[in-house]
């Protein structure tokens, strides 16, 4: 299994334009979720996903979109970028919870690291 | 929402000695705590977890401990070495994973 798989691994952007970052996992996997990592402040929660065609907002959501066509792709999508998006962003994945069956850990992908000009 | 507050923010220790990190959390719907370890430009990697209804759980040099009453949890590592140099961040989630929030972290740098 490749696990967790994010590309690109570095971007640059434009104020004002916009991408995707992508995050696919191989695990079968019904949780997925993605969280920026700024020095100091840990990571924060953007967006998540229990299941396909299910997604929810975390801590910090404005500004980015998801959608989960399937179980596997777990796609962010940055609308109009800001240099406060300035960020290391990571995707995560974890068997969902079940009754009778506590909290999962979390999986993390290798990160992209995105810079906004 | 959850707030997880942990400290210090830094910590070097001897090669040998123990290192603690601790971590208090607000949200007493929270269930499950784990312990992340990040090295330097890698993803955090899982080293532990403890659940609610357990109090201590140990992993050879690592050990955490969870007080429920006080909200509050803890990361001990025994006979550091220099490989456990890293950024270590708590964490703590609702019953259903859901909305995991994290600790600032702490950088651990084990001196030999």
Not at chain 1, 77 to 88: G, K
Not at chain 1, 90 to 98: E, G, K, N
Not at chain 2, 2 to 23: F, M, R, W, Y
Request: aromatic share 8%; proline share 6%; with cysteine.
């Amino acid at each position: 299994n490749a696990g967790v798989t994010q590309t690109p691994k570095f971007q640059v952007l434009k104020t004002g334009q916009s991408m995707t970052l992508q995050c696919a996992q191989d695990m079968n996997h019904e949780y997925m979720s993605w969280y920026r990592q700024d020095p100091g402040m840990g990571l924060r929660l953007i967006h998540y996903s229990v299941g396909a065609g299910i997604t929810d907002q975390g801590e910090v959501p404005n500004g980015y979109n998801v959608s989960r066509s399937t179980t596997e792709d777990f796609p962010l999508r940055l609308l109009s970028a800001a240099p406060s998006q300035t960020s290391v962003y990571f995707c995560a994945s974890s068997l969902a919870h079940h009754p009778g069956n506590s909290n999962q850990p979390q999986h993390f992908g290798d990160g992209t690291r995105l810079s906004i000009l | 929402g959850e707030n997880v507050e942990q400290h210090p923010s830094t910590l070097s220790v001897q090669e040998g000695d123990s290192a603690v990190i601790k971590c208090t959390y607000s949200d007493s719907a929270s269930n499950y705590f784990p312990w992340y370890k990040q090295e330097l430009g890698k993803r955090p990697q899982l080293i532990i977890d403890i659940r609610s209804n357990v109090g201590e759980k140990k992993d050879q040099r690592i050990a955490v401990t969870l007080n429920k009453t006080a909200k509050h949890f803890s990361l001990h590592i025994t006979e550091t070495q220099p490989e456990d140099s890293a950024v270590y961040f708590c964490a703590a989630a609702p019953y259903n994973n859901n909305d995991m929030r994290f600790g600032a972290g702490t950088r651990l740098t084990v001196k030999p």
